[in-house]
């Protein structure tokens, strides 16, 4: 059985902070103002883009979340008048949960709406 010792492995007795050598393998390019305009135009459009789409996408969250709530408030009433079952607790607060999500994505969609008739 061959173990190695912990006398075998040398511990530092002093720290030593040493600078790091700069790395002449890195290419350095520079850009023109123009091109510099020019890629400040596309991350503008980007951004616009980037905010119809969560625009269109918390509209699509909005109609889901209706839906869900009214066929859920449909099929409770059903089975509570048709069976006479009760509904259960979790069926309620989920409901609450969609009216929050929707009053929630209600605000950020219109915020995001007149944010951008500001600009």
């Given at each position: 059985?061959n173990q190695?010792s912990n006398n075998?492995?040398?511990?530092?007795l002093?720290e030593v902070?040493?600078?790091i050598e700069?790395?002449t393998d890195i290419?350095t390019?520079?850009?023109?103002s123009?091109?510099?305009d020019h890629?400040?135009?596309?991350?503008k459009?980007?951004r616009?883009?980037?905010k119809?789409?969560?625009?269109?996408y918390g509209?699509f969250?909005?109609?889901?979340?209706l839906?869900?709530?009214?066929?859920?408030?449909?099929?409770s009433?059903?089975?509570?008048?048709?069976?006479?079952?009760?509904?259960?607790?979790l069926?309620?607060s989920?409901v609450?949960?969609?009216?929050f999500?929707v009053?929630?994505l209600?605000?950020?969609?219109?915020s995001?709406t007149?944010?951008?008739?500001?600009?």
């Amino acid at each position: 059985m061959n173990q190695n010792s912990n006398n075998d492995y040398q511990f530092p007795l002093d720290e030593v902070d040493v600078p790091i050598e700069p790395s002449t393998d890195i290419p350095t390019t520079f850009m023109t103002s123009s091109e510099a305009d020019h890629i400040e135009k596309q991350m503008k459009v980007y951004r616009v883009i980037e905010k119809s789409a969560f625009k269109r996408y918390g509209l699509f969250m909005i109609i889901g979340c209706l839906a869900a709530y009214f066929l859920i408030v449909v099929l409770s009433s059903i089975l509570e008048n048709l069976f006479g079952w009760t509904v259960s607790t979790l069926t309620t607060s989920f409901v609450e949960l969609l009216k929050f999500l929707v009053s929630t994505l209600i605000g950020y969609v219109f915020s995001e709406t007149v944010k951008n008739k500001d600009e």
